[in-house]
């Protein structure tokens, strides 16, 4: 492991300045992913910004009644937070799906956000990987590929986001807040992960140097009923295999309003507009349920060993609604 100084800061404007001032620093959240990475050589900062004694850990309900949640927040205070669960309950549920008690308290928000991908070519410091060493090549497109993306992959990349968090948060339009050496800055969580392209390397949007200072979720009431569901290869702790988010408000039958997102088929939380759109207006039924899905899907793009994902997400979307729409019914 390369030697690396590390310092503990205290107030936001020095974490930027700190950062600032020394190009091979990097920001330390709980160190859940980066120090693991730091030990295979995968990661090599000089200097370590510790930003968890920042004054960014608290979980607030904003004016128009949403949710700011603070980039030091844990996971596991996030997960416990009775406003979080109260008004975002797939968001509890999909923080407390991922990892296990001991990361998810050490885990913060912001690292969350920003954690890389489990491609296994990419933490083999040793292979080619265009994320990794951009141009060197994707081994996984014609190797071990049985976890990775189906939609809006390409010939470059076709690794997944691994954050269950990061799920919810798109069902639900978060916004992530920035603070910057020129000021503030925020990026929808639509457009704060940049699409794969030729460019795989290049994950965010997010300026150089920027600290994540918190994520703000719009007022949402459909959000109140909704879930999150996980499969993985374990019970015990493991990353999805697929995933979904999804709130339902139903009246009468009719789907008034649905949000769905799926994770760990795409380099990023992918919303699923196109199902939302076949399903906003109709009966809320298992068929409507099954054409939306079939509609958000006709887009996937599945490799030699990763096409179950496909029936799976489907299966997902029809259990997760249809349990959602009978939960209104009653
Ligand atoms: C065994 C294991 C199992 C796991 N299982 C799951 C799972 O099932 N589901 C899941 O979603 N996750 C899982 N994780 C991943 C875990 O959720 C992430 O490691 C964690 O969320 C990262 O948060 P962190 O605060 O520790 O980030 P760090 O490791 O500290 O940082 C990650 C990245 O974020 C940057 N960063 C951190 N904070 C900020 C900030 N405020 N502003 C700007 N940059 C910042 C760092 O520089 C670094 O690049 C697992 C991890 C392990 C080790
Ligand atoms: S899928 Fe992406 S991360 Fe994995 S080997 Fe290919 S380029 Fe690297």
Redesign the pocket.
């Given at each position: 492991m390369k030697e690396f100084g590390y310092q503990r800061v205290l107030d936001v404007s020095e974490a930027i300045a700190v950062l600032g001032a020394d190009p091979d620093a990097?920001?330390?959240?709980?160190?859940?992913?980066?120090?693991?990475l730091m030990k295979t050589g995968i990661?090599r900062p000089g200097r370590l910004v510790d930003?968890r004694e920042l004054p960014?850990d608290r979980v607030e309900v904003t004016p128009d009644g949403g949710l700011l949640i603070g980039?030091?927040v844990t996971?596991s205070d996030l997960a416990a937070h009775p406003e979080v669960r109260r008004r975002y309950p797939a968001l509890a549920q999909a923080v407390l799906?991922?990892?296990?008690g001991q990361?998810?308290n050490?885990?913060?928000v912001?690292?969350?956000?920003?954690?890389?991908t489990r491609c296994g070519y990419f933490t083999d410091a040793a292979g080619p990987c265009n994320k990794r060493l951009p141009g060197s090549g994707c081994p996984a497109i014609e190797g071990e590929h049985h976890n990775h993306a189906i939609l809006g992959a390409s010939g470059h990349c076709v690794a997944t986001h691994?954050?269950?968090?990061?799920v919810a948060l798109a069902a639900f339009d978060a916004v992530v807040r920035?603070e910057t050496a020129d000021g503030p800055g925020e990026l929808p969580l639509a457009d704060f992960y940049l699409p794969v392209g030729d460019t795989p390397h290049l994950e965010t949007a997010?300026p150089s140097g920027?600290?994540?200072?918190g994520v703000t979720l719009p007022p949402a009431p459909v959000a109140a009923h909704s879930r999150y569901r996980k499969v993985?290869e374990r019970a015990s702790?493991?990353?999805?295999i697929g995933s979904i988010a999804a709130a339902l408000d139903v009246r009468d039958g009719v789907v008034h309003e649905v949000r769905l997102a799926f994770g760990a088929v795409a380099s990023r939380p992918w919303r699923a507009l196109e199902a939302e759109r076949a399903l906003t207006g109709g009966p809320a039924t298992a068929e409507a349920f099954a054409a939306a899905a079939d509609a958000e899907l006709a887009a996937a793009e599945a490799l030699h060993h990763n096409g179950y994902k496909v029936p799976l997400m489907r299966n997902l979307v029809v259990a997760l609604l249809t349990e959602l729409a009978e939960e209104a019914a009653r």
């Open positions: 990097r920001f330390l959240g709980g160190g859940t992913n980066l120090v693991d990661e930003v960014l980039a030091t996971n799906a991922g990892a296990s990361l998810r050490m885990a913060t912001g690292g969350n956000l920003l954690q890389r691994p954050s269950d968090m990061g920035y997010l920027a600290l994540i200072t993985r702790y493991a990353f999805a």
